[in-house]
Structures are given as structure tokens and as C-alpha cells.
């Protein structure tokens, strides 16, 4: 171990947005102040599924978890008096990547900036929102070909620029072990390369390798978490140079951005999450060989709701503090020859590489998106298990629960709120550029992105006129959908039962009872109603619900609550549950419980889960709901137990 001259720090960033594009752009103008040395942008969930903000499933969803952006202008107001030529901006955007890189270039181009020169990263990629995040919009085989088209244009136009950040992060926050991150994200990025190779000339291709990122998780067992990303630089190597014969080393770097775990994130005590936060990155910091490129942190008070800016300026001094205080970064790998990290990191890519073995005899990582998602969700459940048993000591939630309120938890419950009157700003904003633009400038603009579509051609350059043209979000996904069709991603949750049962005997006993009361088999719906595409949850009470002998119903994400009544009456459900982590819980609960009792059904239980602030979840048991919980509700058996009891004949006339 030698001292050495003192490397650079990593990108210092916080991922954010909410509101509108002008409070955003307040919001990174401030951080950029602060010493925060790139941006990370957060867009709500109409703009990562494609949707404009007037848009039935957009109800309840502008601007909660990002900044929506429907258009150019919206765009423009986003980065005003931001330089984009100076500045590196990561977006986490997906299904709507080459729309949204195509604003950007648009916006950067009327700053006057050289296009070339612009720094960056689109997340885009689709396969592990197929697995867990959710904001997909079409089949996998052609959201593989726009991924690839952005990173054709990208390497011709914008070469400084990432075009696709393989995203191991939400793999994790599915319930991924380390050996399923590492394998189930190096099978994405191979099935991307696959898809490029014939894309450039061969002489070209390692350059093209040399550009694609990722972007990972680190978690609190943070000496696994380091081994597993010194495990990612040497599988990755592997790969470029085994597969794709790359003889660069420079083209086979392991380029990487984190952010840390947000899963482990505990609203119990949630002044511990400092604490969790700080050695989470640790695990991406301390080793030279597999240090980030980026590092943005979750604040302390996420598991409660939206941090406000002093929150995001906690997590960020956290990181300079780091960075500039303390000498990490005058010294060499600290790891090198260490024979416990050098025998766990040979472990963590022994099982990567069984498990890459596997997904290859099966066709790769499209042909697998069923399996891996199955395989999530058990990881999920076994995770949980866990807690609930003990066996995983989480400080405050399982041992030493009792403690002194939180003092940061201040008169504003310690969380932003996005005001409601900011979606009819929105939309308002929307209709007044839709009636000043040339509408037929935008016709002959949708026209060309549509016969680019259709003929197979690079969705870039049509892209990149239509935004100029005035083209909405809306309108440019709509024209990919209708090319391309659209997706509803596997559950992970079939409807045999697990052997996950030990411990279950009473409960299953109950549902037996309450089933022979009622005449059939409890019947239980799960709903996820709106844009929210975070469904571990409703995944876990669903899989648990199952193990307990319901008779479980659960399509999966994106629904409207119009398509929850329906299936509700169709199934004759006992009880519907819904799963809302996107803040939107009060408006989609009201349509929901409106809809019900207007066809009848206000005598069955509703019950609500998400991030739901206790005021909120007081105006929902007063609008009609029967439970709300929020994540400190681990205890899944006593959920099952609640809905049992909602069920019961002889309760509810008891009542």
C-alpha cells in the first residue's frame, strides 16, 4: 500500500426534481452552488412512460418523484442558465430515453453549445425495468433496438456521452443477492452489445464498449458490497475481452455511478439512515480498483417522503466531506492482496458466472426476463423472511425499537410536499404550448418519426426535429407504441403455492375457516393503480397472501383504478389491497373508492400500502379505507392477518 499523488473525486451529485421544471431548476442551480459537481436528474412518471400530463394515468402522478417534462420548452426552463456544454448530467430515464437526449441536445444547441463536447449518461435501460422498476413501454426486442439506436447516434454525434448506464441498482432494490446483481446486470449489457455489434464497423465496436456505464447499488453489508464490485471490474474484463475479443484495456474500464441502497432505508428512527448512507458508500469509495465515477446519495428521510434541500445538502456534505477532508484518495488500492477480500470476490464471481452459464442456455437476457423475474421475487420474499424471523437484525424496526423522537422530524413533518395545485399549473402550461406551436411543423415532424419507426431507420434524428418542432412526450411515445406495441412485464407471482409455508399453519388455518364461511376461497385483489412502477411490495403481500391459501388476484403494475373496480367485480373479490409509493395515494384512492361505491362494492375492504404520511393516512381511513401501511408495517403475517379478519363473515356482522 503507497502513497501516491491524489487522485480526483468522484462526481458529486444528487438525484432530484419534483415540481415543476422552474423549481427543479432552482433546486440544481442551489446545488450546483454547494459544490455538487454534476446533475441527476429525476423525472416523474408520466415522462418516464411516456405520457403528457393531461393524461387519464397521469392523474395524481405530475411532478411527485421528478420533474415532468412534456415538451421542449419544458426542457429549456429545466436547464436555464445551466451551461450543458460545462456540465455532466445523468437523467434517469428508460423507455423514453432517445426523446428525452433529444430535448437535451435540442436545448444544448440553442445555448450555442458544441454538441460533441456534451457530457452525460441516459440510464436506457429496459431490461431491468421489465424486472423491477416498472416504466417500460414496449416489447424488449424493440426497446433493445432504440437503446441501440441511441448509442449509434451518440458515438457518431455526442461521444462524450453515455448512451445506456446497465442498471443493477433497482435489481437490488428488488431483492437481488449479489451474485443475481452481478449476473442479471452483465446479461443485460451483453444482450446490448449484441445488438450494437453489427451496428459499427468491427474496428470500431471496442470504442463502443468503452461507452457503456453502470449504475449500481451498494447495501449495508458493505464488505460484500465492495467484493462484489471488485468482482463486477474483473467479470466485466472477462467479458470484453472473452466474448468480444476487446484488446484495450482503456475500452474494457469498468465505468460506474451509484447510488446507495435505498431498500434498507427504515422509517422507524429514520435519523439511523445517516448512519446507513455513510458506510453504504464506503463499499463504492474505499477501493481504488472498483471506485464509482459518480456517487449520489439517498437522504435520511426517504423512506418518509420527498427530501427537502437541506436533506439532499446533508447527504451531499457527507460525500465532500469525504472526498476533501479525509485521505482516501492519496493512496492506492487498500484491498490489493487482502486474502479475505480476494477469496470472497472469487465466490461472488464463481456464482455470477453459474448464473450467466444459466441464463445463457436459456437464450441470454431477453429470453430470461420471466425467469429472472421469478427468481427476484423469491429473493425478495427470502430477504424479508428473514427480517420477520430475526435472523436480520435491522436497528430500530426488529431490536432496540424503543427511542426518543426524532428532533429533524420538524413542524413539517419532516419531508417536501408537492403542492396538488402544480399538476393544473402543469397542464395548463401544456395546453398553452400545444395552441402556439406550428401544427404543421408538428404533423410532418410525427410523420418522419413515424416512417423511421416503420422502416426500421434510427429514431434519433426524426427525434431530435420533432422536439425542435414542438412534438409532446405524449405525442412521441404514442408514435412508438403504435410501431412497436406495448408490454405488460411478468409478475414474478404465480399462483402455486411456495414452499415459503413454515410458520404460516394458523393463518392458513383461518383462511381455510373464513373460505368455508364465506362459501369459496378468499378471495384477495392487489392493485397498483397509476404510473408507480415499484412493486416489491404488492409483489411480497401477493406472494405471502398466496402462501396463506388465498385465492390471489394481481396483474401487475400500471393500472387505472377504473381497470381495478372492473377486475374486482369480475373476481368477486373479498378484499382489494392497493400499492402506492409514488405519493399519489390520495387522489387514486378517492377515483378507486368513488368507482366502487358507484357500482356498488362500498362494503368491501380497501386497504392501502406505500409511503403514506400519518396525516394522509388519516384522511384515508376517513374517506373509507379500512388499513393503511406504510414500511414500517415488515410484519407481513399480521397483514395477512388483517385481511383474514376484513373478510370474516361473523367480524364484519359482529361489527
Same mark, same amino acid.
Given at each position: 500500500?503507497?502513497?501516491?499523488?491524489?487522485?480526483?473525486?468522484?462526481?458529486?451529485?444528487?438525484?432530484?426534481?419534483?415540481?415543476?421544471?422552474?423549481?427543479? %431548476?432552482?433546486?440544481?442551480?442551489?446545488?450546483?452552488?454547494?459544490?455538487?459537481?454534476?446533475?441527476?436528474?429525476?423525472?416523474?412518471?408520466?415522462?418516464?412512460?411516456?405520457?403528457?400530463?393531461?393524461?387519464?394515468?397521469?392523474?395524481?402522478?405530475?411532478?411527485?418523484?421528478?420533474?415532468?417534462?412534456?415538451?421542449?420548452?419544458?426542457?429549456?426552463?429545466?436547464?436555464?442558465?445551466?451551461?450543458?456544454?460545462?456540465?455532466?448530467?445523468? &437523467?434517469?430515464?428508460?423507455?423514453?430515453?432517445?426523446?428525452?437526449?433529444?430535448?437535451?441536445?435540442?436545448?444544448?444547441?440553442?445555448?450555442?453549445?458544441?454538441?460533441?463536447? @456534451?457530457?452525460?449518461?441516459?440510464?436506457?435501460?429496459?431490461?431491468?425495468?421489465? @424486472?423491477?422498476?416498472?416504466?417500460?413501454?414496449?416489447?424488449?426486442?424493440?426497446?433493445?433496438?432504440?437503446?441501440?439506436?441511441?448509442?449509434?447516434?451518440?458515438?457518431? %454525434?455526442?461521444?462524450?456521452?453515455?448512451?445506456?448506464?446497465?442498471?443493477?441498482?433497482?435489481?437490488?432494490?428488488?431483492?437481488?443477492?449479489?451474485?443475481?446483481?452481478?449476473?442479471?446486470?452483465?446479461?443485460?449489457?451483453?444482450?446490448?452489445?449484441?445488438?450494437?455489434?453489427?451496428?459499427?464497423?468491427?474496428?470500431?465496436?471496442?470504442?463502443?464498449?468503452?461507452?457503456?456505464?453502470?449504475?449500481?447499488?451498494?447495501?449495508?453489508?458493505?464488505?460484500?458490497?465492495?467484493?462484489?464490485?471488485?468482482?463486477?471490474?474483473?467479470?466485466?474484463?472477462?467479458?470484453?475481452?472473452?466474448?468480444?475479443?476487446?484488446?484495450?484495456?482503456?475500452?474494457?474500464?469498468?465505468?460506474?455511478?451509484?447510488?446507495?441502497?435505498?431498500?434498507?432505508?427504515?422509517?422507524?428512527?429514520?435519523?439511523?439512515?445517516?448512519?446507513?448512507?455513510?458506510?453504504?458508500?464506503?463499499?463504492?469509495?474505499?477501493?481504488?480498483?472498483?471506485?464509482?465515477?459518480?456517487?449520489?446519495?439517498?437522504?435520511?428521510?426517504?423512506?418518509?417522503?420527498?427530501?427537502?434541500?437541506?436533506?439532499?445538502?446533508?447527504?451531499?456534505? &457527507?460525500?465532500?466531506?469525504?472526498?476533501?477532508?479525509?485521505?482516501?484518495?492519496?493512496?492506492?488500492?487498500?484491498?490489493?492482496?487482502?486474502?479475505?477480500?480476494?477469496?470472497?470476490?472469487?465466490?461472488?464471481?464463481?456464482?455470477?458466472?453459474?448464473?450467466?452459464? %444459466?441464463?445463457?442456455?436459456?437464450?441470454?437476457?431477453?429470453?430470461?426476463?420471466?425467469?429472472?423475474?421469478?427468481?427476484?421475487?423469491?429473493?425478495?420474499?427470502?430477504?424479508?423472511?428473514?427480517?420477520?424471523?430475526?435472523?436480520?437484525?435491522?436497528?430500530?424496526?426488529?431490536?432496540?425499537?424503543?427511542?426518543?423522537?426524532?428532533?429533524?422530524?420538524?413542524?413539517?413533518?419532516?419531508? &417536501?410536499?408537492?403542492?396538488?395545485?402544480?399538476?393544473?399549473?402543469?397542464?395548463?402550461?401544456?395546453?398553452?404550448?400545444?395552441?402556439?406551436?406550428?401544427?404543421?411543423?408538428?404533423?410532418?415532424?410525427?410523420?418522419?418519426?413515424?416512417?423511421?419507426?416503420?422502416?426500421?431507420?434510427?429514431?434519433?434524428?426524426?427525434?431530435?426535429?420533432?422536439?425542435?418542432?414542438?412534438?409532446?412526450?405524449?405525442?412521441?411515445?404514442?408514435?412508438?407504441?403504435?410501431?412497436?406495441?406495448?408490454?405488460?412485464?411478468?409478475?414474478?407471482?404465480?399462483?402455486?403455492?411456495?414452499?415459503?409455508?413454515?410458520?404460516?399453519?394458523?393463518?392458513?388455518?383461518?383462511?381455510?375457516?373464513?373460505?368455508?364461511? @364465506?362459501?369459496?376461497?378468499?378471495?384477495?385483489?392487489?392493485?397498483?393503480?397509476?404510473?408507480?412502477?415499484?412493486? %416489491?411490495?404488492?409483489?411480497?403481500?401477493?406472494?405471502?397472501?398466496?402462501?396463506?391459501?388465498?385465492?390471489?388476484?394481481?396483474?401487475?403494475?400500471?393500472?387505472?383504478?377504473?381497470?381495478?373496480?372492473?377486475?374486482?367485480?369480475?373476481?368477486?373479490?373479498?378484499?382489494?389491497?392497493?400499492?402506492?409509493?409514488?405519493?399519489?395515494?390520495?387522489?387514486?384512492?378517492?377515483?378507486?373508492?368513488?368507482?366502487?361505491?358507484?357500482?356498488?362494492?362500498?362494503?368491501?375492504? @380497501?386497504?392501502?400500502?406505500?409511503?403514506?404520511?400519518?396525516?394522509?393516512?388519516?384522511?384515508?381511513?376517513?374517506?373509507?379505507?379500512?388499513?393503511?401501511?406504510?414500511?414500517?408495517?415488515?410484519?407481513?403475517?399480521?397483514?395477512?392477518?388483517?385481511?383474514?379478519?376484513?373478510?370474516?363473515?361473523?367480524?364484519?356482522?359482529?361489527?
Amino acid at each position: 500500500m503507497t502513497q501516491t499523488q491524489k487522485d480526483r473525486p468522484w462526481l458529486i451529485r444528487t438525484y432530484a426534481g419534483h415540481s415543476t421544471a422552474k423549481a427543479s %431548476n432552482a433546486l440544481y442551480r442551489s446545488n450546483l452552488a454547494k459544490g455538487q459537481t454534476g446533475l441527476s436528474v429525476a423525472f416523474d412518471l408520466p415522462t418516464q412512460t411516456g405520457y403528457d400530463s393531461d393524461h387519464v394515468l397521469a392523474r395524481g402522478e405530475v411532478g411527485k418523484v421528478g420533474v415532468p417534462v412534456s415538451h421542449l420548452g419544458d426542457m429549456r426552463t429545466l436547464f436555464d442558465q445551466i451551461p450543458l456544454e460545462q456540465m455532466n448530467t445523468s &437523467m434517469t430515464i428508460n423507455a423514453t430515453a432517445p426523446w428525452l437526449l433529444s430535448l437535451y441536445i435540442a436545448v444544448a444547441e440553442e445555448q450555442g453549445a458544441d454538441i460533441s463536447k @456534451l457530457q452525460g449518461t441516459v440510464q436506457n435501460d429496459l431490461i431491468k425495468e421489465y @424486472l423491477s422498476r416498472g416504466t417500460y413501454v414496449c416489447p424488449p426486442k424493440p426497446s433493445l433496438k432504440m437503446i441501440a439506436d441511441v448509442a449509434e447516434y451518440c458515438y457518431t %454525434n455526442v461521444p462524450k456521452w453515455n448512451p445506456m448506464n446497465v442498471c443493477s441498482y433497482h435489481l437490488q432494490e428488488a431483492g437481488a443477492t449479489p451474485e443475481q446483481e452481478l449476473a442479471f446486470a452483465l446479461a443485460t449489457a451483453i444482450a446490448v452489445l449484441d445488438e450494437l455489434r453489427p451496428r459499427v464497423p468491427a474496428e470500431d465496436f471496442p470504442a463502443l464498449c468503452g461507452r457503456i456505464s453502470f449504475f449500481v447499488n451498494a447495501g449495508i453489508r458493505f464488505v460484500t458490497e465492495m467484493c462484489k464490485m471488485r468482482a463486477f471490474v474483473d467479470l466485466w474484463d472477462e467479458i470484453l475481452v472473452e466474448r468480444y475479443g476487446v484488446t484495450d484495456p482503456k475500452s474494457r474500464r469498468f465505468r460506474y455511478g451509484v447510488q446507495v441502497n435505498s431498500l434498507g432505508l427504515t422509517e422507524q428512527q429514520p435519523e439511523n439512515n445517516v448512519y446507513r448512507i455513510l458506510i453504504e458508500m464506503l463499499a463504492v469509495t474505499l477501493s481504488k480498483k472498483a471506485r464509482a465515477r459518480a456517487v449520489q446519495l439517498p437522504a435520511w428521510n426517504e423512506a418518509l417522503g420527498l427530501p427537502r434541500p437541506w436533506d439532499q445538502q446533508w447527504s451531499m456534505r &457527507m460525500q465532500q466531506i469525504l472526498a476533501y477532508e479525509t485521505d482516501l484518495l492519496e493512496f492506492d488500492d487498500l484491498f490489493d492482496g487482502n486474502p479475505a477480500v480476494d477469496a470472497k470476490v472469487e465466490e461472488l464471481k464463481d456464482g455470477a458466472r453459474a448464473e450467466l452459464a %444459466n441464463l445463457d442456455s436459456m437464450g441470454g437476457a431477453v429470453a430470461s426476463i420471466e425467469y429472472m423475474k421469478s427468481r427476484l421475487v423469491d429473493s425478495n420474499a427470502e430477504r424479508l423472511n428473514r427480517i420477520e424471523r430475526n435472523e436480520t437484525v435491522v436497528v430500530g424496526v426488529n431490536k432496540w425499537t424503543q427511542g426518543e423522537p426524532s428532533p429533524l422530524q420538524t413542524e413539517d413533518g419532516g419531508i &417536501m410536499v408537492v403542492d396538488p395545485a402544480v399538476e393544473q399549473e402543469q397542464i395548463g402550461r401544456l395546453n398553452e404550448w400545444r395552441s402556439q406551436r406550428d401544427d404543421a411543423a408538428v404533423t410532418a415532424a410525427l410523420a418522419a418519426l413515424r416512417e423511421a419507426a416503420r422502416t426500421g431507420a434510427n429514431v434519433m434524428e426524426p427525434s431530435i426535429a420533432a422536439a425542435k418542432a414542438g412534438v409532446t412526450t405524449g405525442e412521441w411515445a404514442e408514435e412508438m407504441r403504435k410501431a412497436y406495441g406495448t408490454y405488460r412485464g411478468p409478475t414474478g407471482v404465480s399462483g402455486s403455492v411456495s414452499n415459503k409455508t413454515e410458520g404460516l399453519d394458523d393463518i392458513r388455518t383461518r383462511v381455510d375457516a373464513v373460505s368455508d364461511q @364465506l362459501g369459496r376461497r378468499l378471495k384477495f385483489l392487489v392493485g397498483k393503480p397509476g404510473l408507480d412502477g415499484h412493486s %416489491n411490495g404488492a409483489e411480497q403481500i401477493a406472494f405471502r397472501a398466496r402462501d396463506c391459501g388465498m385465492d390471489i388476484s394481481y396483474e401487475g403494475i400500471r393500472l387505472t383504478p377504473e381497470e381495478i373496480v372492473t377486475a374486482a367485480i369480475d373476481d368477486e373479490a373479498h378484499v382489494i389491497g392497493l400499492s402506492i409509493l409514488s405519493g399519489s395515494h390520495l387522489p387514486l384512492v378517492e377515483d378507486v373508492l368513488i368507482r366502487m361505491k358507484a357500482v356498488g362494492l362500498q362494503n368491501v375492504p @380497501l386497504i392501502v400500502g406505500g409511503i403514506i404520511p400519518d396525516e394522509d393516512a388519516e384522511k384515508l381511513k376517513s374517506m373509507g379505507v379500512s388499513k393503511v401501511y406504510t414500511p414500517k408495517d415488515f410484519e407481513l403475517n399480521t397483514i395477512m392477518t388483517d385481511i383474514v379478519s376484513l373478510a370474516d363473515p361473523r367480524d364484519i356482522a359482529a361489527e
